[in-house]
């Protein structure tokens, strides 16, 4: 599955993405010591092994002697098992160093030429340009960063889409990096924590505590370059287990998470522990708790969603599971902040980058409403209406994504395995559907650059990719910001 998407702004990754340095010792040391190598699923220690599991040695011992039977010549009654045994006594894999030097391969004595230009058997280097031409990343391509699990191997993907604007264009995974936990959000960031002015790094959220910020201009890294919170310690006394958190760590699994563009080392997450927390990406620390969804009623809840205004960087807007969405201002951290109730559990919240006003929140039970925060009051008793409700999906809205180019215009992905456009303008409408053969729709975004171009990740595991000027409706009402979106043409 595909739980989560990003795309790279053009301008931020590196036109030759570097190879990691092979890890040090004490990194390796580090590695096993933080626990990342450990079986996640069951547990961790020889005496929670079954006896079955203990079985598996005498299997392998019996396996091996059965291998090793084979080279020796015992004629069995077996013609297949019989052929075997002669080929590998002949070719005497045993006495394979002792063979004479001057032993010639492949019945050729021409073993050496002059220059490897005059030798058939060396091309002339096409194969090596080809492959450095495929690893270059041009100014043009898009790039799409993928949070997928499958067979229990979590790992972030890095897509190239040769041409934005052509979802039909060459599309293919340039690099990727494994991780050690099961993804469940992700948020592009150019917060420069290795110095320079930028950067091109992905903060991932999974059903671990701890965040991960990985560079996406390194291949082959094996670990983060930087880890918010995570577990410090883990005891075992007996039965009894204790775990030991890093200061200011979630203590459970990382459902949301916020880039702030104004702020640039600063990241909001939201998680299964019921709390936000705020975060200093260059420091690794945690500035910020915020525990304001706080329903007793509600027990079992966790805090989904967190989004930062586009216009007011210092307000933060979360949604969560006790059927509540709270506008907290950072400058004022305690204040009580202001808060709008919905009729289930949130899903994904989104302020819309065209007004500083106005918010959607998708729902669990396929609901969207839209609020406007001047309406908002500090009250408790206080119940402010929504502008509007959508009843949007048969089932959860996973996904909502407003168009930053065209003013009004929103995407939802669902459950429900569809994803569907509106117009918020006046009366909000439907004005075009997709099945996008995602399975259910669990991620969806628009292309920073290519706005029309919508990235959509679900449960089948495939990266889909919308054109949505494609569809007629869409066409006519939007096609007159399709020139916007354009680059100039180069200067001569």
């Known amino acids: 599955m595909i739980a989560a998407i990003s795309w790279v702004p053009k301008g931020f990754a590196n036109s030759v993405p570097t190879a ?26 020889d005496e929670d092994m079954s006896d079955d599991e203990f079985g598996q040695d005498d299997d392998l011992s019996n396996a091996l002697s059965a291998a090793n039977a084979l080279g020796k010549a015992i ?22 160093d002792d063979e004479d030097d001057g032993a010639e391969l492949f019945g050729s004595s021409n073993l050496y030429y002059a220059s490897n230009k005059m030798d058939p058997y060396l091309k002339d280097g096409d194969e090596d340009s080809e ?40 599309m293919y995974v340039h690099h990727d990096v494994v991780i050690p936990a099961f993804p469940l959000c992700t948020a592009w960031l150019d917060c420069p924590i290795k110095g320079g002015e930028k950067g091109n790094f992905i903060a991932v959220g999974s059903m671990e505590p701890a965040i991960e910020i990985w560079d996406l201009d390194i291949m082959d890294e094996v670990q983060p370059s930087a880890t918010l919170g995570g577990v410090a310690e883990k005891k075992k006394k007996g039965t009894k287990k204790s775990i ?50 706080t329903d007793k009623a509600r027990l079992n809840y966790c805090v989904q969603a967190v989004a930062w205004n586009h216009f007011a960087p210092q307000v933060l807007l979360s949604g969560s599971f006790d059927h509540t969405v709270v506008m907290k201002d950072g ?23 065209h007004t500083e006003y106005s918010f959607v929140v998708s729902l669990e039970n396929g609901m969207v409403s839209g609020f406007d ?33 065209v003013p009004n215009l929103l995407a939802t992905g669902s459950m429900d395995k569809m994803v569907k456009l509106w117009d918020l303008s006046s009366e909000p409408s439907c004005i075009a559907s997709n099945n996008p053969k995602a399975g259910a729709v669990f991620s969806i ?47 001569s």
């Open 445 to 491: 975004s628009f292309s920073v650059d290519c706005p029309f171009t919508l990235a959509v990740g679900g449960s089948k595991g495939k990266l889909q990719m919308w054109d949505i000027l494609s569809d007629a409706e869409v066409s006519r009402r939007y096609g007159k910001y399709a020139a916007r979106s354009k680059p100039p043409p180069p200067s």
């Open 131 to 170: 492959e450095e031409e495929d690893m270059t990343i041009k100014p043009e391509d898009g790039i799409i960063v993928c949070a997928r699990n499958e067979d229990d191997v979590s790992h972030l993907e890095v897509w190239i889409l040769e041409d934005p604007s052509d979802v039909n264009s060459n």
């Open 373 to 405: 925060i001047r309406n908002a009051s500090s009250d408790p008793s206080s119940q402010p209406k929504p502008r509007f409700t959508l009843h949007a999906h048969d089932k959860a809205v996973c996904a909502i994504a407003y168009n930053s180019l």
């Open 244 to 293: 030991k958190y890093k200061d200011g760590s979630h203590t459970d699994s990382v459902l949301g998470l916020a880039w702030n563009k104004e702020y640039r080392n600063i990241l909001a997450s939201a998680s299964a522990d019921k709390l936000v927390k705020i975060w200093d990406v260059a420091t690794e620390t945690c500035n910020l708790t915020l525990d304001h969804h």
């Open 75 to 96: 004629k069995t009654g077996n013609p297949e098992a019989d052929s075997l045994t002669d080929a590998l006594k002949e070719l005497d894999m045993d006495n394979y």
């Open 331 to 353: 400058r004022q951290p305690e204040h009580s902040g202001f808060k709008w109730s919905v009729a289930a559990d949130v899903e994904s919240v989104a302020w819309d980058p």
């Open 20 to 45: 990691a340095d092979p890890p040090s010792k004490e990194e390796i040391e580090e590695i096993v010591k933080s626990g990342v190598l450990d079986t996640r699923e069951g547990g961790d220690d």
